[in-house]
């Protein structure tokens, strides 16, 4: 795994596309992370990335959008020339996880039951492909929770770990995110309108 | 410029007014038209640009054809054109500026006009383009205004332009490049000679403000609603490929932003949206005709050897300039 930042501010199109598509091109597998500065580059970069096949999640710091990907085993870009490489495990599911918790009724229980339901996702084939994390559910993402460890295998095997900023700000959190990614609602919806999804 | 800002700007000037404009900047048309007398029209345009590709003589061949356009869409025969030139001299070779304006010449020719002067002035980065006067009958002008309910739309080009000219700069999809090239140098004076032919109501052609920006012009001149077949669209090679993965110029964006007026069918997907709204350079002749003649044209211009023409749209009814494009 390996961590890019391919910064493109103060370039105009289709040249931060181009840095882009090379950085995928160069990397082997890993988070790429493109910073640009205008809204058209911003929309070009998301256009490359979902042409090659890969989830983006785009954030605005202060006029400038970092548009962020992974490149994993089961996200190969969609380049004519690159080899594919199979990968039985790679899954299509995504789980939209809406609390801390799993199930209503007592809390306690809720708490057993999400740290379960996480764990037992490391032995399921194939495995997930998301794992959107929303309104409390991104406290289990942060430094503290108890299925921090979980998550980390996952994101580490390719599992996308995506966590919504607006609930991170609520709650304060956004500093102590131990695991995966910042995304938005834009991000979410497209997400679960293209992929089979199950909400927890 | 963008639509939007280029049309804030006009507003603030006072319209001049005189009986022998019978086509002036009011209307958002191609080119401006002065009655001489009864039977001649002078029909007047000016367009240049930096650089599209690298080649300075396909360059010089591409600026010609799109300035000569403009004569086209009015249904004139272009006579005489100036060269506007801007060159950085020093910077670069003579050999470039003789290759673009060799280009404008033997397109000019082909036009069957003539390059009677022009000005030159030192610039940073190259332009060029030319001003062109034509002749038509006051009484055959065709204008983007005329479009009317059960009109069919016939376009005579490929669209796709903008995005290969950024596929290029990419160095991406060569064969859609080329094809782009070859469309933009090519002159729209086989379309609109088979075009005469026919009941045209109104015509323009694709340039800047995209497929769409021009379709709201004619839409909202004539007062008229339009619906466009985007399955129909004619379209150059890899455009879509290179639309998708995100080599959509700036100008599209400006467009899109600029077009309130447009609904979309949702099983329109992205890239084809973004095909309708990306800038063209020398794009084709747009035509609205009577319902029944829309295919006969399409075939009459295939026949004649354009093999990107395509019936694209109708006009629905009266209007504010609506276009739903399905």
């Not at chain 2, 000016?46 to 061949?61: A, E, H, K, N, R």
Request: net charge negative; proline share 5%.
């Amino acid at each position: 795994m390996s961590d890019r930042v391919i910064d493109c501010r103060g370039m105009v199109c289709p040249q931060p596309v181009i840095n882009t598509k090379r950085a995928i091109e160069a990397a082997n597998a890993g988070r790429i992370t493109v910073i640009v500065d205008n809204q058209v580059a911003k929309t070009n970069v998301a256009k490359f990335a979902a042409a090659s096949g890969l989830g983006a999640a785009i954030e605005e710091q202060g006029g400038h959008y970092y548009i962020t990907m992974m490149k994993g085993a089961e996200q190969q870009p969609a380049a004519p020339a690159a080899p594919v490489v199979a990968d039985d495990d790679a899954g299509s599911q995504v789980y939209l996880i809406t609390q801390n918790t799993m199930g209503h009724g007592s809390p306690e229980l809720g708490q057993v039951l999400i740290k379960a339901f996480i764990t037992t996702l490391l032995e399921i084939k194939p495995r997930p492909a998301a794992l959107l994390l929303i309104n409390s559910g991104v406290k289990l993402a942060v430094q503290g929770s108890p299925v921090i460890e979980p998550l980390q295998i996952l994101a580490e095997r390719g599992v996308t770990v995506l966590s919504c900023g607006t609930c991170l700000d609520y709650y304060q959190l956004q500093s102590q995110l131990a695991v995966g990614d910042i995304t938005n609602m834009y991000t979410i919806v497209e997400t679960i309108s293209h992929k089979k999804t199950v909400t927890i | 410029m963008g639509p939007g800002d280029l049309a804030g700007i006009l507003r603030q000037l006072p319209v001049m007014h005189n009986p022998n404009v019978l086509v002036g900047i009011t209307t958002s048309d191609d080119a401006g038209v002065y009655k001489l007398n009864e039977t001649t029209a002078l029909v007047q345009t000016v367009d240049f640009f930096t650089p599209i590709v690298d080649d300075p003589y396909l360059f010089g061949q591409i600026a010609a054809a799109n300035s000569l356009s403009d004569i086209y869409a009015m249904g004139a025969m272009p006579l005489t054109a100036l060269n506007l030139v801007a060159f950085p001299q020093g910077k670069l070779a003579g050999e470039v500026l003789l290759a673009i304006l060799q280009g404008g010449r033997d397109k000019v020719a082909e036009a069957g006009a003539v390059i009677i002067g022009g000005h030159t002035i030192d610039d940073d980065e190259p332009k060029y383009g030319l001003a062109v006067t034509g002749i038509t009958h006051p009484n055959k002008v065709w204008t983007n205004a005329g479009a009317q309910p059960g009109d069919a739309l016939v376009l005579t080009k490929a669209l796709g332009t903008g995005i290969l000219a950024s596929a290029d700069r990419a160095s991406l999809f060569p064969e859609g490049v080329a094809a782009a090239a070859a469309s933009m140098a090519a002159l729209n004076a086989v379309a609109a000679q088979i075009a005469s032919d026919f009941s045209v109501h109104a015509c323009t052609d694709i340039t800047g403000f995209g497929l769409l920006g021009h379709v709201f012009e004619m839409a909202a001149g004539s007062n008229v609603s339009i619906v466009i077949n985007s399955q129909a669209l004619p379209l150059l090679p890899d455009a879509a490929e290179a639309a998708a993965m995100g080599l959509v110029p700036a100008g599209a964006y400006a467009n899109r932003n600029y077009l309130q007026t447009v609904t979309f069918a949702d099983s329109v997907k992205e890239n084809i949206r973004d095909i309708c709204f990306d800038p063209q350079t020398s794009g084709g002749l747009l035509f609205a005709v009577p319902g029944h003649q829309g295919e006969a044209l399409a075939v009459a211009l295939a026949n004649a050897g354009l093999v990107d023409v395509n019936v694209i749209g109708q006009v629905t009814a009266q209007g504010e300039g609506d276009i739903y494009v399905r």
